[in-house]
DNA sequence: ACTGTTTTAGTACCAGGTTCTAAAATGATT
DNA sequence: AATCATTTTAGAACCTGGTACTAAAACAGT
């Protein structure tokens, strides 16, 4: 029974497990490069740690995210999803918090509020590549550290199945209004005529 | 040249469409039950339709999701400011990194593009307090991984000591120009009549 | 040298497809 | 009825990213 030199393997299976949480999406036989191990290694070591195979960790995340219609956790920047018809509406919800306020002033700063709507207002178009062309926003009234925002996102057009799509948001807190923006959004599913787009 | 009872199969896409929306986890075999016909005419009908195979539909949603979940701080996300003569102009460089774009496609997400601007905007006011009021932007082309934004901000007027000034930023990735934005910041020392502001 | 673990290799097999070729069925036209 | 285009079906080869299994080799420790 050896007793030293243990460590490589338990030290793979940590670098394994951080490759694989760093990226979900690598293959197994990306991963004997980065870990100069063969592939049956890998697996062995995927099997001992409980690992699911590419194709079931992606089938895991997409019936998450699909089923979890609710609570989707979008990123705490951009705010968490509480409901998502695409093509059609939704909406966020986005704390202020701390780390998004002037501290001078604790008034949020405007690109927080405009990436919580610019991310529903992709997140709500439903095609491979979803980017923002263009925008016209209007910051109605400051928001502050602690108050929560709720966007509400409308697509009002959708010019044909490729193309430009505009969609509509409006970000409140409580009854108030406190943000607008008119989202131009390139819908443009493999294509490569972009004008722009982000 | 068959020109009736074409009917039977723009249904049958219509049909198709359906079912994927409802379940988009079902396979061609699973699709052949319900709509009687062939596996080779589910996906014909599916390259019509230009719908791809099952497991890129996953890999798209866990995509997505992941995407949302991943994008980051935000927060040093103005990038770094290299320049700045007070109420006049302003450079600012900011590298587009692995957590500022989509997975999919590496191409940055918009709210940084515009966080860069925005951040650099504000900053150029010399005022107590400089908050976002609107914006007119566009993204004139996807950024990519890896490249450098320089932004360059001018302040184009300045409506006496306080109220608002415009500032027009451009960004840059080369002699490239990625995002063009006007903002109107509010320079408002005194607060009090605020419309709204970032 | 003999054990036990760890790693590597190789084969067969699988799902859920794509790509290609080609035959059959269908329907409309003359 | 014979002809033509479209639509549907069939089949084989191939692909990715694996699993399952067997077995040999490489190490390590005693």
Redesign the pocket.
């Known amino acids: 029974?050896?007793?030293?030199?243990?460590l490589?393997?338990k030290q793979?299976h940590q670098h394994l497990l951080k490759l694989i949480e760093e990226n979900p999406f690598?293959?197994?036989?990306?991963?004997t490069r980065e870990l100069?191990?063969?592939?049956?290694?890998?697996?062995?070591?995927?099997?001992e740690l409980g690992i699911?195979?590419?194709?079931?960790?992606m089938k895991q995340m997409a019936e998450h995210s699909y089923d979890q219609v609710r609570s989707l956790p979008l990123d705490e920047v951009v705010g968490e999803v509480v409901d998502l018809q695409l093509d059609k509406s939704g909406i966020s919800i986005f704390e202020i918090r701390d780390e998004h306020v002037f501290s001078r002033t604790q008034i949020a700063r405007g690109h927080y509020v405009f990436a919580q709507a610019n991310s529903l207002a992709v997140a709500l178009i439903n095609d491979e590549i979803a980017l923002t062309a263009s925008a016209d926003i209007r910051f109605l009234r400051q928001v502050h550290m602690g108050e929560k925002c709720i966007a509400k996102a409308y697509v009002r057009s959708m010019n044909g199945h490729k193309g430009k799509a505009k969609v509509e948001v409006f970000t409140y807190v409580g009854e108030e209004m406190v943000f607008q923006g008119n989202f131009v959004i390139y819908r443009s599913t493999g294509e490569e005529n972009f004008e722009g787009g982000m």
């Open positions: 029974m050896p007793l030293i030199e243990r490589p393997k793979r690598v293959t197994d036989r990306e991963l100069k191990v063969s592939i049956q290694t890998i697996r062995l070591d995927r099997m699911p195979e590419l194709r079931e960790r």
